[in-house]
Nanobody, 125 residues
Framework: VQLVESGGGLVQTGESLRISCVVS????????IGWFRQAPGKERERVAC????????EYADSVNGRFHMSKDVAKNAMFLQMNNLKPEDTAVYYC???????????????????WGQGTQVTVDS
């Protein structure tokens, strides 16, 4: 399994950026997928999660309404469109394949198992 992110960079506050992740080794009907980020000195946090069963997408409160997760099944690629970026969005962003670790059907019952190498997003104020 391999996940390869691309598209990170330096932007100004209020600008947009789209990051991508090309997946090999599993398909999107097999596993839920997600985007995570880790800022310096902070724990890694989940930003968005898309289930494989019904494509329901959940977002962290801090990005809800600004970020949009999507996928291209034909290309086995996933994307994170980030709008109205803020300095607090600065982090290394990781894509992940999620496995079921709980008894429910939602994102809360999925945990990351496969990781990409990460891509740096820096938002300058």
């Amino acid at each position: 399994v391999q996940l390869v992110e691309s598209g990170g960079g330096l932007v100004q506050t209020g600008e947009s950026l789209r990051i991508s992740c090309v997946v090999s080794g599993f398909t999107f009907d097999a596993l839920a997928i997600g985007w995570f980020r880790q800022a310096p000195g902070k724990e890694r946090e989940r930003v968005a999660c898309m289930l494989n069963t019904d494509e329901v997408t959940e977002y962290a409160d801090s990005v809800n309404g600004r970020f949009h997760m999507s996928k291209d099944v034909a290309k086995n690629a996933m994307f994170l469109q980030m709008n109205n970026l803020k300095p607090e969005d600065t982090a290394v962003y990781y894509c992940a394949g999620l496995i079921t670790t709980g008894v429910g059907d939602g994102c809360a019952d999925r945990s990351p198992y496969y990781w990409g190498q990460g891509t740096q997003v820096t938002v300058d104020s």
